[in-house]
């Protein structure tokens, strides 16, 4: 058995040796103290009643102080008679309350208390590692996001730019087709054969997608290289393929052309008028044909794109790839504490308590918050003659007898 136990047993024990006098005498001395209480009253009743008939005179004064000091020595004598039986009481509930305070994990300083303090710094640990591998995991999932639109809006880029160029050149032969007289048809006709149809192997577009922030240079380099390699098949094949056939189409009708040109030139000038408007309105008819083809084609494409854009994020709703294992965490509560780190703090805290509750409070309730700071201000202004000057703060002399 420890010290601090034999200690309290023998304080236990000492105290129920003493405990069956002091009870027995308790009952004796509380008669004498309720005669006491009774008397006391009942002199303080008959006092009152007299001032109260005839007024306070000097005489009535002198008695009531006389009677204020006797009833001082009474309220004496009687803590002195319960006194040994209330030490008593609080020395037995004093050993039994450290018994109980040195097993409480809410006391600082106790054994408890510095497991509780163990627990309490292994569940923030626990909390800061899983707090960092969401924002690992979150931070992996907007890359990937990143990556996903960033390649999307450079395969369109460039197919933009692709359609530009093919346009373009698309543009060139139909101003030959258009620029052709009866004195260039060798020159145009020759032009128009020999022009290419195979794409430049050194077309490399600069893109115009601005880069994610949270993707390096180089790995936005990689993807927009990756998604022109994949590209460059497709667009060598569409370039031929446009360029050639409109190509083919241009000197197929050259001859009936230049029949026209001819049959112009040999008629009359409103016959030649005639025949001039006829080529241009076939040739702005089927400029508008090969447009609105070109156009359709586009618009089935973006289409597709949506379609697909559409599967990929219906898919990634129902993607468990991302799912981690259950680890170990401790049951905890969080709550936030403030730490006040300069004077300043605690009239910042008691602006917004205020602000908050505070000012919706009733005069009783602020006047209990605040009695040690108004007790203050009252014995500054008893003693030192310092006052608050406001209207919403009244001094009042608050005048005792002695």
């Known amino acids: 058995m420890s010290t601090q136990e034999t200690t309290t047993s023998l304080t236990?024990?000492?105290?129920?040796?003493?405990?069956?006098?002091?009870?027995?005498?308790?009952?004796?001395?509380?008669?004498?103290?309720q005669l006491s209480h009774d008397n006391c009253l009942r002199a303080c009743e008959t006092l009152i009643a007299k001032i109260k008939e005839t007024g306070m005179s000097d005489d009535l004064d002198k008695t009531a102080a006389t009677y204020l000091d006797r009833t001082r020595r009474t309220i004496k004598a009687m803590t002195e008679m319960r006194s040994p039986l209330t030490k008593l009481f609080d020395?037995?509930?004093?050993?039994?309350?450290?018994l109980e305070n040195d097993i409480d994990p809410t006391k600082n300083g106790t054994i408890p208390f510095q497991l509780q303090q163990l627990r309490n710094e292994y569940a923030a640990k626990k909390r800061e590692e899983e707090e960092a591998r969401r924002r690992a995991e979150e931070a992996k999932k907007q890359a990937d996001i990143a990556r996903q639109q960033y390649r999307a809006a450079c395969e369109e880029d460039y197919k933009v730019k692709f359609n530009d160029l093919v346009v373009a050149r698309l543009n060139e032969l139909t101003d030959l087709n258009s620029s052709v007289t009866l004195d260039n048809y060798k020159a145009v006709y020759d032009t128009v054969s020999r022009y290419a149809v195979e794409l430049s192997a050194d077309w490399t577009p600069q893109s115009s997608v601005r880069m994610p922030y949270n993707l390096?240079?180089?790995?936005?380099?990689n993807i927009r290289g990756d998604v022109m390699r994949r590209l460059t098949g497709q667009f060598a094949e569409q370039y031929r393929?446009?360029?050639?056939?409109?190509?083919?189409e241009i000197l197929d009708k050259l001859p009936s052309k230049k029949a026209e040109l001819e049959r112009a030139a040999q008629a009359s000038a409103e016959e030649a008028r005639r025949i001039a408007e006829e080529i241009k309105q076939r040739e702005a008819a089927e400029l508008a044909r090969k447009e609105a083809e070109r156009i359709a084609r586009e618009q089935e494409e973006a289409r597709k794109k949506e379609v697909q854009k559409a599967g990929a994020e219906a898919a990634s709703l129902?993607?468990?790839?991302?799912?981690?294992a259950q680890t170990y965490q401790p049951k905890t509560k969080v709550a936030k504490k403030i730490r006040i780190n300069s004077p300043e703090?605690?009239?910042?805290a008691l602006m917004m308590w205020w602000a908050k509750e505070g000012s919706a409070m009733s005069h009783e309730e602020l006047a209990k918050i605040f009695k040690k700071q108004i007790?203050?201000?009252?014995?500054?202004?008893?003693?030192?003659?310092?006052?608050?000057?406001?209207?919403a703060i009244e001094y009042i002399d608050d005048i005792k007898a002695q």
């Not at 129902?318 to 981690?324: G, K």
């Open 318 to 324: 129902f993607d468990l790839t991302q799912a981690t």
């Open 241 to 248: 393929s446009e360029i050639s056939d409109y190509r083919q």
């Open 216 to 221: 390096s240079p180089d790995e936005s380099r």
């Open 91 to 98: 020395q037995v509930r004093k050993e039994f309350t450290t």
């Open 375 to 391: 007790t203050f201000c009252e014995k500054l202004a008893t003693k030192e003659g310092e006052f608050i000057n406001d209207p």
């Open 345 to 348: 703090g605690y009239l910042k």
């Open 12 to 33: 236990i024990a000492s105290s129920a040796d003493n405990v069956g006098t002091i009870v027995r005498n308790t009952p004796e001395a509380f008669r004498k103290n």
